[in-house]
């Protein structure tokens, strides 16, 4: 079962054509293998022989994504064109969005892990790309398999080797400074984070 998700890039992934991607799994390879040679659980983009990652896909809606967002946060209640609306507005923002996600291949395609890479483009910096990972969420039935660690490594490798962001930041509770900063996230020095929030 393994080997059909890893040689699959050329047409589609489990069943989703590349024009159902929200950006070209493609951009995933190299980091894939070099992860790999760490981590021999991950082979070709299926870690431990059950996990499909890749980009996501416009049927996701179906597939658990929004249920495993409200883990983490509210989403309200959007049909799936409203879904589908929203995903093509941000697949028209080319080299923006990059939305990873895990798919549990014994379950049905079940959307089970996910997180978000956002890329802003800048007049500093020499035309600066200044990254932003967001919305890290792992079902709570498959925590405690390091998923977490998996997603984030691998976004914020594709951040800087891919997108060549100059920085990335991201936002999260103190009890998860810690979990953060073995990935390199750390506190910089006279910077804080201040937020508004207006409601809907």
């Not at 980009?55 to 179906?62: G, Q, S």
């Not at 200044?130 to 976004?155: A, M, P, S």
């Not at 490798?157 to 920085?167: G, H, P, S």
Request: proline fraction near 0%.
């Amino acid at each position: 079962m393994t080997e059909r998700f890893i040689h699959d890039h050329s047409s589609s992934i489990n069943g989703n054509s590349k024009s159902d991607l929200l950006f070209d799994a493609h951009l995933l390879e190299t980091i894939f293998e070099e992860y790999s040679l760490k981590d021999h659980k991950l082979q070709g983009n299926v870690y431990d022989g059950k996990y499909l990652i890749r980009p996501l896909a416009i049927t996701d809606y179906d597939h658990g994504y929004v249920d495993l967002l409200r883990q983490l946060t509210e989403c309200g209640k959007f049909s799936s064109e409203e879904f589908q609306k929203r995903f093509h507005e941000m697949k028209q923002c080319l080299k923006t969005y990059y939305i990873l996600v895990l798919e549990d291949v014994n379950s049905n395609r079940q959307i089970i892990g996910t997180t978000t890479l956002v890329c802003e483009k800048k007049f500093i910096r020499q035309l600066g790309i200044r990254g932003r990972i967001e919305d890290v969420v792992i079902d709570n039935r498959y925590r405690g398999q390091q998923l977490g660690k998996l997603l984030i490594e691998l976004l914020t490798k594709f951040a800087k080797e891919q997108c060549d962001c100059y920085k990335i930041s991201l936002e999260c509770k103190d009890h998860l400074v810690g979990f953060y900063q073995q990935f390199g996230y750390n506190h910089e020095d006279k910077q804080n984070y201040l937020c508004q929030r207006f409601q809907n």
